[in-house]
């Protein structure tokens, strides 16, 4: 190689360098910002449902790929600063026919991007039929279980995918919240006990909505076994607590669990 070609190889490999300094450190800050809001405490999860219209599958495949083209933007550029999961109804839940999950430390960013949602040529296509917000916080009863249900509880779930996703939201009676402390702790404790063989296949996150919607809770769920899923409710109706729970579901909401591109190929079709 003569010394100018290797002048430049050296160059553009310090370049590289660079770049990957810093763009590597930023990815991984976007990535952990994710990683955060589904995590932590303080952050608020939204649930929005939609239908889509009869007159999408009326227009030709190039003009429904370049709307969904359109809509990906959207979903992308409001990732920056909110995590935002899809989920496909269609075939699975009669109440919608796609559903966004999205977790966000303020309410109004959430607003944001589903008001841009809606007014993206795609978004003129889809019908909200739902909407329902919550926020996470710090565990209010486990603290006080037992040492060894708090290890039982951190009964690693299983590695494998879980493609199924449940959205059922609780609302719990006045007898329950006039209940001391004591009295709601001991019963949240057999709901939990009542819940240990199901740990390694299903997943769950929970919302308070207590004064931000018409609901207490909102319960998420991902599962690969529907039928646990079904067997863990059935049992959990058998615990005192469920007695409290005029409100089970009303829409219970069960989808798949999709990448952006794999729902944009489902709609594309
Ligand atoms: C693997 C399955 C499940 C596990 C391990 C589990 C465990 C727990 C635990 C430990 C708590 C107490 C959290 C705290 O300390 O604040 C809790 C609360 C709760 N769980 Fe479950 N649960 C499961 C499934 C379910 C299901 C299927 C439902 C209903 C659809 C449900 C509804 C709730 C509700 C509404 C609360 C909040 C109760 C309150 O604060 O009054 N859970 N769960």
């Given at each position: ?86 989920y496909?109804l269609?075939g699975m839940s ?61 009964v690693?779930s299983d590695p494998w995918p879980k493609p199924y996703a449940i959205v059922i ?25 009542a819940t240990l063989p199901y740990l390694k296949t299903i997943k769950r ?14 319960t998420y769920f991902e599962t690969s076994k529907l039928e646990d899923f079904h067997s863990l409710i059935l049992s959990l109706e058998q615990v ?8 089970f579901g009303?829409?219970t909401l069960m989808g798949t669990v ?12």
């Amino acid at each position: 190689m003569n010394p100018l070609a290797s002048w430049i190889t050296l160059l553009l490999g310090v370049f590289y360098v660079c770049v990957g300094l810093v763009v590597a450190p930023s990815l991984a800050e976007a990535a952990a910002d994710r990683e955060k809001l589904l995590t932590e405490p303080g952050v608020y999860g939204t649930f929005a449902t939609f239908r889509l219209n009869d007159s999408w599958m009326k227009q030709d495949q190039a003009t429904r790929i370049s709307q969904l083209t359109l809509f990906k933007g959207v979903v992308e550029q409001h990732r920056e600063k909110i995590a935002i999961d899809l989920y496909l109804l269609r075939g699975m839940s009669g109440h919608a026919d796609l559903m966004f999950r999205v977790h966000a430390a303020e309410l109004r960013d959430t607003q944001q991007f589903l008001v841009d949602l809606q007014g993206n040529a795609f978004g003129k296509y889809l019908t909200g039929t739902g909407l329902m917000h919550g926020v996470t916080k710090k565990a209010n009863y486990v603290p006080g279980f037992p040492d060894q249900l708090k290890a039982d509880l951190k009964v690693a779930s299983d590695p494998w995918p879980k493609p199924y996703a449940i959205v059922i939201p609780v609302r719990k009676s006045a007898d329950w919240w006039a209940l001391d402390q004591e009295k709601r702790a001991v019963m949240m404790r057999e709901h939990t006990e009542a819940t240990l063989p199901y740990l390694k296949t299903i997943k769950r996150k929970l919302y308070h909505s207590s004064g931000l919607d018409d609901l207490d809770f909102i319960t998420y769920f991902e599962t690969s076994k529907l039928e646990d899923f079904h067997s863990l409710i059935l049992s959990l109706e058998q615990v005192r607590e469920f007695q409290y729970t005029p409100r089970f579901g009303h829409p219970t909401l069960m989808g798949t669990v999709k990448s952006l591109d794999e729902l944009i190929e489902a709609f594309a079709q």
